[in-house]
């Protein structure tokens, strides 16, 4: 398609400040976007909240969305009912969970350590939250950016695989992202889990330390994706096939090491992010600083913006989503459910913007999640089979 040819309009995206709202960013600054003949605008919000409703009543055309919080508009879970379409993912991991340096005390007193595993780390905290209630102390409270994200599932996932209930054992709440290194030097909560670079900037604020990347909880594992009302991908379908080709083209960019130190500086504009441009290049170069004062450390495959097929819509991962729903009791199993979490995830538009580009394009739609187990495995060595949804779903009602 000769981009002249694409309706003339500005495109509004919104999006969240955080390190993986780069290839957002890197579509307008660098031309990318321009390139497919799209007019790009993008709004920088402060909440997860805001960028749902702004996309549901159509101020935003399409947003740096949560994935989870798609499959929920589409279901009509906890708002609105929206159908929504995610015909591209913004990258792989790029998140952690951050503990006060309290908390990190008492458990480095029970045996956790940066090197340690995440098993050993949750049975550390497993430890203090048991000692607490011990002594009829308060129970600890954890953060998350949102209740249909991957940080409250994979937070929820960790813990509760170390034997602490995140329901009964924890406090675990909403709190937006830029808000949460002040919570923490409040003593409001006692840790969190959010994207970068908002573990790092506790960290640079003395304040937390980085127990461990979410990727040690799921390698690989799904994040946002680019989310827009099923409605407005079916009324624009030239404008959408940009818009994803602009962002696939944009994330190559954001992944080459000789990029990262223009990409910091970009991002640390306030416009963007906000962030010391040295904060951010510690996550688009996978080496982070755990602790204050600590040297930076290497974590492979932190954060991925194009390889590992991080671009790609898994509709695995919605159905891993969904399941966690079910799990953590916001939605009950209706089989009725499968095909419109399905119909959320959309790779066929993916396939669609990408035919006849270099691009590496998966003929499935769905992989088993952790059938690898040391590429992309869960940590506690657990599969998910999303053509046995129906079974995995109902154990963890």
């Not at 508009?73 to 969970?97: E, R």
């Not at 709190?175 to 908002?198: H, K, N, S, T, Y």
């Not at 959408?240 to 602009?246: D, E, F, I, K, P």
């Not at 951010?280 to 170069?285: C, N």
Request: overall charge neutral; charged content about 20%; glycine content about 8%.
């Amino acid at each position: 398609m000769n981009p002249a040819q694409i309706e003339h309009g500005t495109t509004v995206v919104g999006f969240i400040p955080l390190l993986d709202c780069a290839p957002l960013a890197v579509a307008v600054e660098k031309g990318f976007a321009a390139e497919q003949g799209l007019d790009l605008r993008l709004v920088r919000e402060t909440s997860w909240a805001n960028i749902r409703d702004r996309v549901v009543v159509g101020h935003f055309d399409a947003a740096h969305m949560l994935g989870p919080m798609a499959i929920a508009s589409t279901l009509g879970v906890g708002h609105l009912k929206v159908p929504m379409a995610a015909p591209l993912s913004l990258g792989l991991g790029g998140s952690g969970i951050t503990v006060s340096l309290g908390l990190w005390d008492s458990m480095t007193a029970e045996g956790a350590s940066l090197s340690a595993s995440p098993r050993a780390l949750g049975e550390a905290l497993r430890t203090v939250v048991r000692a607490r209630e011990r002594a009829q102390r308060q129970p600890l409270t954890f953060a998350m950016v949102y209740p249909f994200s991957s940080h409250n599932y994979e937070l929820r996932y960790w813990l509760a695989a170390c034997g602490i209930d995140p329901d009964r054992d924890v406090r675990v709440i909403v709190i937006p992202p830029p808000l949460l290194v002040d919570a923490m030097r409040e003593g409001q909560i006692d840790g969190f889990c959010v994207g970068e670079p908002w573990n790092s900037l506790a960290v640079a604020a003395g304040v937390g330390c980085i127990a461990l990347p979410t990727t040690a909880i799921w390698r690989l594992s799904p994040e946002k994706v680019l989310g827009c009302r099923l409605e407005w991908t079916q009324r624009h379908p030239d404008r959408l096939r940009a818009l994803v080709r602009a962002v696939y083209k944009s994330a190559l960019w954001c992944e080459q090491p000789e990029n990262h130190a223009e990409l910091s500086r970009l991002l640390a504009e306030p416009r963007f992010v906000g962030a010391p441009a040295e904060i951010l290049l510690r996550g688009l170069s996978n080496r982070l600083c755990m602790q204050p004062g600590g040297e930076p450390q290497r974590l492979e495959n932190f954060y991925l913006p194009a390889s590992r097929l991080a671009t790609f819509p898994w509709v695995s991962h919605a159905l891993w989503f969904y399941s966690q729903m079910v799990r953590w009791g916001q939605v009950g199993f209706d089989p009725e459910h499968v095909p419109q979490v399905r119909a959320t995830y959309r790779p066929d538009l993916y396939r669609l913007a990408l035919s006849g580009t270099a691009a590496e394009i998966p003929t499935s739609d769905t992989k088993i999640e952790g059938e690898s187990q040391g590429r992309d495995g869960f940590f506690d060595g657990a599969r998910f089979d999303p053509n046995d949804l129906s079974t995995y779903a109902r154990k963890a009602e």
